[in-house]
């Protein structure tokens, strides 16, 4: 791994767990609330993953889940290759998913709060969660538009 990969990755991880964290802080501490026509912002605890899913898993989830960040760093460290070429975009997921693990050991789930109901009731997220989609979103980009 390179000087710069690993920066760029520690840097990405650093900023979207500190910002995520700032935010939820500010909405659990405020209990603030926005009812909009498109998007609301409310506060709610989500006990599973994405749409509450597996929420009967409880106190197990979140050892779960860092196992499954473990398992993918070290598949990175195997793999130095697809680090180096997407650290960035890697540090952004990795930085939306520890965010989201440490809620579960402060709160009683993942903190969520943007709420899209305009045509349709959408899952209620959080600012780690668009992180994470966006990390994905960027390693697709990287691949279709790399270099040969």
């Known amino acids: 791994m390179t000087k710069k990969s ?33 998007i609301s912002l409310v506060l709610a605890y989500n006990q599973g993953v994405a ?14 889940q ?3 960040l473990i398992g993918i ?6 793999h130095k290759e697809i680090f180096q070429a997407h650290s960035l975009p890697i540090g952004i997921i990795f930085g939306g998913g ?29 600012f780690a969660d668009m992180m994470i989609n966006l990390g994905v979103f960027l390693i697709i980009l990287q691949t279709f538009f790399k270099k040969k």
């Open 98 to 126: 520890i965010s989201n693990i440490l809620d579960r050991f402060l709160h009683i789930g993942v903190v969520d709060y943007i709420y899209w109901h305009y045509k349709f009731e959408f899952a209620i997220f959080n």
């Open 6 to 38: 690993l920066v760029s990755f520690s840097l990405a991880l650093f900023f979207v767990l500190l910002i995520d964290q700032a935010i939820k802080w500010w909405f659990v501490q405020n209990n603030f609330e926005y009812q909009g026509n498109i």
């Open 66 to 68: 860092i196992l499954l």
């Open 51 to 64: 749409f509450s899913l597996f929420d009967f898993l409880k106190e197990w989830l979140k050892y779960l």
């Open 73 to 78: 760093f070290a598949y990175l460290w195997k």
